[in-house]
């Protein structure tokens, strides 16, 4: 009985860390093409003065 919950919660805490993994690289890289857009756009607007 011990055994087998044990297992369930490194499975679930494994499950969870890989999740968050996903996660926190979706949001980094979302964040980092905003901020790349951002930067570009001014380039061009600067550019464009």
Excluded: C, P, Q
């Amino acid at each position: 009985m011990f055994d087998g919950f044990f297992s369930a919660i490194a499975v679930f805490m494994i499950y969870t860390v890989r999740v968050a993994e996903f996660f926190s690289h979706a949001m980094v890289n979302a964040i980092g093409n905003s901020v790349i857009d951002y930067f570009f756009i001014d380039w061009d607007k600067a550019n464009l003065k």
